[in-house]
Every structure is written in C-alpha cells, then in structure tokens.
C-alpha cells in the first residue's frame, strides 16, 4: 500500500517478537503517525514460530490484513532461517535484519537474497550483557532504528520506560535502554 511502511517480525514464542511491534507501534504514535500492531500465532506455546507486524504511516491506514509484501522483516531468532523462508514477498529493495553473530555477507549468501538489504546484530549477546536475559526483542529495536531509519531511539526509549519501569524495576529498565542504544551502534548491513 502507497505511503504505508509494513515491518514483519519472526521469533519464538516468549522472545518478545509480539512486544517488539507493539512497542514500536506505541513509539510511532507518539510522533503522530498512523499504526497496527498485530501478532499472528500458530500453535500458541513457548517456542513455537510466531510472526509479528506493524504498519506506519503518515495517513490513515485502511487496509486490515495480514503483511503480505513487508518492508522490512526482523528475524529474531536465527533457527528459524532453516525452517521458514523469511524472505517470503519482502519487498525489491527493503531490508531484513536477523539476529546472529554472523556477517551481513554470510547471512545474504545463504539467504540467496538478490535486492534486498541484509543487515545483522547479535542481539540475543546484547540482552545477556545488559540485562542478563535473553530476550532479543529491544536490542532489535534500536538495530532497526539504525538500520531502517523509520524512528529515532528517543521516542523507543521513552516507550521502554513507559512501559517497563512498573513492571521491571529501574535497574532493568535502564539495562533495557543501554541495550537498544548499544545494538543502535553495533548493527551492521550490506547495500542490498
């Protein structure tokens, strides 16, 4: 759809990959942006693949279903490149950003992937040197704010803290903040 940015994420049940567009989500709001935010699941357990979207935009959005053709994809789990084509109807020329300690040159190899935009972090070391859990979903935020463009790390950071001082602490909270700032600084990408 013409002016509307349509981000799909991959993961696991539990790694925060439903989090992470609705976060995302919540922070483009802030800016005044149009958004959705929605999970779809499989079988609902801890583990299983899961997918994840969200939609920006500066006008309304009109269209209510699932993200067929995304923008960008961010695979937060990098297991799931041997068992789900994450490149499925990405768009000529966007970008995906995958979880793993491997080059963004070694990942397009083996991906195959011909006019699209690889980008890496290994977001899952970053979450356990900051926050001493595994959970990959905010450090691939602020990969995708560097990577993409499509918002800048105060307004996520303001989300982080919206919504995790309550419920986490302001230890963690802040663990939470210097993991996104550092995974901002240490994603790397090819020019697709």
């Known amino acids: 759809m013409y002016g509307v940015t349509e981000i799909r994420f991959h993961g696991r049940g539990g790694q925060g990959a439903k989090t992470a567009a609705q976060m995302l989500a919540e922070a483009v709001i802030a800016q005044g942006k149009y958004v959705q935010a929605f999970p779809e699941y499989g079988p609902e357990r801890s583990g299983a693949p899961m997918r994840s979207y969200t939609r920006l935009s500066d006008n309304p959005i009109t269209i209510h279903s699932g993200v067929y053709h995304p923008d960008i994809v961010a695979v937060l789990d990098n297991t799931l490149l041997k068992s789900v084509n994450v490149l499925e109807g990405i768009s000529s020329g966007g970008t995906i950003l995958i979880n793993t300690p491997e080059s963004p040159e ?5 991906l195959k992937a011909e006019g699209v935009r690889v980008c890496t972090i290994d977001a899952t070391k970053i979450a356990m040197e900051t926050t001493g859990k595994p959970f990959p979903n905010t450090p691939m935020l602020g990969a995708i704010a560097k990577a993409t463009g499509i ?3 105060e307004g ?6 919206h919504k995790f001082l309550v419920k986490l602490g302001e230890k963690l909270t802040e663990a939470n903040v210097q993991a996104l700032n550092r995974a901002y600084e240490e994603v790397k990408g090819t020019n697709g």
């Open 156 to 161: 996520l950071i303001e989300e982080i803290k």
């Open 151 to 153: 918002i800048g790390t």
């Open 106 to 110: 070694s990942i397009a190899s083996k």
